[in-house]
Nanobody, 125 residues
Framework: QVQLVESGGGLVQAGGSLRLSCAASGRTLSSYSMGWFRQAPGKEREFVAA????????GYADSVKGRFTISRDSAKSTVDLQMNSLKPEDTAVYYC??????????????????WGQGTQVTVSS
């Protein structure tokens, strides 16, 4: 069992930045492909970004491409999501997830077995 914990959410004005972090309780995330998803009120959960086990492959939803960056921080053993140029439509609960059964989980949430509790990101206009 992998317990994931997100941090870094909050309230920010449009055009601002936030950095989300995902850590695993009691273990390193270096052996897992990881992903970030989000769910806005009244909407289905959607893919945001993913990174492969090695970190050599990344993928992004079209809506965040060029603004968000997913990365691994080996020193802190976290997977981070740097979010720049935030828009009100980025407002959502953001979840990190791990995909232990595959090298790269990609945008299919069926590949992800473990999920965090989520962190709220609110972007004001």
């Amino acid at each position: 069992q992998v317990q994931l914990v997100e941090s870094g959410g909050g309230l920010v004005q449009a055009g601002g930045s936030l950095r989300l972090s995902c850590a695993a309780s009691g273990r390193t995330l270096s052996s897992y492909s990881m992903g970030w998803f989000r769910q806005a009120p009244g909407k289905e959960r959607e893919f945001v970004a993913a990174i492969s086990r090695s970190g050599s492959s990344t993928g992004y939803a079209d809506s965040v491409k060029g603004r968000f960056t997913i990365s691994r921080d080996s020193a802190k053993s976290t997977v981070d999501l740097q979010m720049n140029s935030l828009k009100p439509e980025d407002t959502a609960v953001y979840y990190c997830a791990s995909a232990p059964r595959t090298y790269y989980g990609g945008n299919d949430d069926a590949n992800y077995d473990y999920w965090g509790q989520g962190t709220q990101v609110t972007v004001s206009s």
